[in-house]
């Protein structure tokens, strides 16, 4: 069975950071792009950084760019979200989504395979 398991997630002041994990079970990363979306109580899921099979390519929401970085350690059949400089706004349930194939999307309806979730808190 294919699964997506996130971690990392927790309570943190504002101008922080925190790694987000997402580790896959019952199949391999490498062929695969994935996403991270966030969403907070009452908003909508946003699209916040996907990353392509081969690591090569990446992509920010306007409202991250800059302060987080996606990375995949393939051999470790995991992909990180590093979230630095954070803001209260930053507060939400972090999912990370999986597509097979090269080509990334801030769009969740072409992702297959979703985790759980991790909650985010950002706040003094």
């Known amino acids: 069975q294919l699964q997506l398991a996130e971690s990392g997630g927790g309570l943190v002041q504002p101008g922080g950071s925190l790694r987000l994990s997402c580790a896959a079970f019952?199949?391999?990363?490498?062929?695969?792009?994935i996403v991270w979306f966030r969403q907070a109580p009452g908003k909508e899921r946003e699209g916040v950084s996907w990353i392509s099979s081969s690591g090569r390519g990446t992509n920010y929401a306007d409202s991250v760019r800059g302060r987080f970085t996606i990375s995949r350690d393939n051999a470790k059949n995991t992909v990180y979200l590093q979230m630095n400089s954070l803001k209260p706004e930053d507060t939400a349930i972090y999912y990370c989504a999986a597509k097979r194939g090269p080509i990334g999307s801030l769009r969740a309806q072409v992702y297959d395979y979703w985790g759980q979730g991790t909650q985010v808190t950002v706040s003094s």
């Open positions: 019952g199949f391999t990363l490498d062929y695969y792009t």
